[in-house]
């Protein structure tokens, strides 16, 4: 998602007063390499990378009217935008009761998500990554899959991924919403973003300053398969953890003592010549 692309920038820019909370030492941030704001911008699916950037939308009272995890299509945001200013006329109705305005708020949510387009549903497919974690780890309590034996069945069989994810995960805009219909008109100092956001794995991060504009890596300015190997060295925010951290440093160090030891050998080669001219 780029909050400067069209139709999300023209309804921020108009319609909403906007700020943002660096959450990367959070107990709730997941990790990624840093993407400076200058960086490239390539497409995802909505819902992808929730650990790394929630976008949330509230009331003037600071009242969570909806929270977005991860990143979003400009367009399904401004639908989204749209939706939690129906839910504000409610926080904002003197003729409803507290209790009125809870019901009607999780009532909200849980409708909407039949609101939603075909395309919109078709672009909050979960990362497979974040499906076979989901599996591996959450088979029998993560809220996001609906057949757990079709979920239980991609972890023996990679190529059951895409017909079992059909049936077996929810569309992240649907995980969203029941998640929000739960936790009715919440202050947001008071929101649990954390078990609000997890899902998936929490390292998400597609090396958009190592890829062109459709999507393709590139190496000195060259198209390749493969991510380049710079990208395995380049710096990571937010909650890395120490096995993470550890592997990066072996390489680091292994890296290092390979070329000290082509070094010696150059330097070698070098003398044994020279050797050799002298011989002569």
């Known amino acids: ?42 497409n995802t699916s909505n819902g992808a990378g929730p650990t790394n950037l929630q976008t949330f939308l509230l009331a003037s009272d600071g009242t969570v009217l909806s929270c977005l995890p991860g990143f979003w299509n400009s367009v399904d945001l401004v639908r989204e935008i749209e939706f939690a200013n129906r ?30 387009s075909m395309q919109m549903v078709a672009r909050s497919r979960m ?40 049936q077996a995960f929810k569309t992240t805009d649907r995980i969203m919403h029941e998640r929000m219909a739960q936790r009715p008109f ?24 190592f890829r062109t504009a459709d999507g393709k890596f590139i190496d000195n300015g060259r198209i390749v ?16 953890p120490d096995q993470v951290m550890q592997r990066r440093e072996r390489r680091q160090r292994k890296n290092a003592q390979e070329a000290y030891n082509n070094r010696l050998w150059g330097q070698y080669e070098q003398n044994r010549n020279e050797v050799k001219k002298w011989g002569q």
């Not at 990367?24 to 993407?35: C, K, L, P, T």
């Not at 599996?135 to 069989?157: E, G, P, V």
């Not at 398969?225 to 890395?240: C, F, T």
């Open 1 to 42: 998602m780029s909050l400067s692309q069209e139709p999300a920038f023209s309804v921020l820019k108009d319609y909403l007063v906007c700020g943002y909370k660096d959450i990367s030492n959070d107990a709730s941030a997941g990790f990624s390499g840093r993407h400076e704001v200058g960086g490239n911008a390539i």
């Open 186 to 209: 919440v202050a947001y100092t008071a929101f649990d973003t954390a078990k609000f956001a997890k899902y998936g794995r929490p390292l998400y991060d597609k090396n958009e300053d």
């Open 87 to 116: 839910l504000n006329k409610v926080w904002n109705d003197p003729k409803m009761t507290h209790t009125q305005k809870n019901n009607a708020f999780s009532q909200m949510h849980l409708a909407h998500i039949g609101e939603h």
């Open 225 to 240: 398969d493969k991510p380049p190997e710079a990208v395995k060295d380049k710096e990571l925010i937010g909650k890395v």
């Open 127 to 166: 990362q497979s990554f974040d499906m076979q974690h989901e599996a591996k780890n959450n088979l029998y309590t993560s809220d996001t899959i609906l057949d757990r034996a079709s979920a239980a069945s991609i972890l023996s069989d990679e190529r059951m991924m895409k017909r079992s994810a059909m």
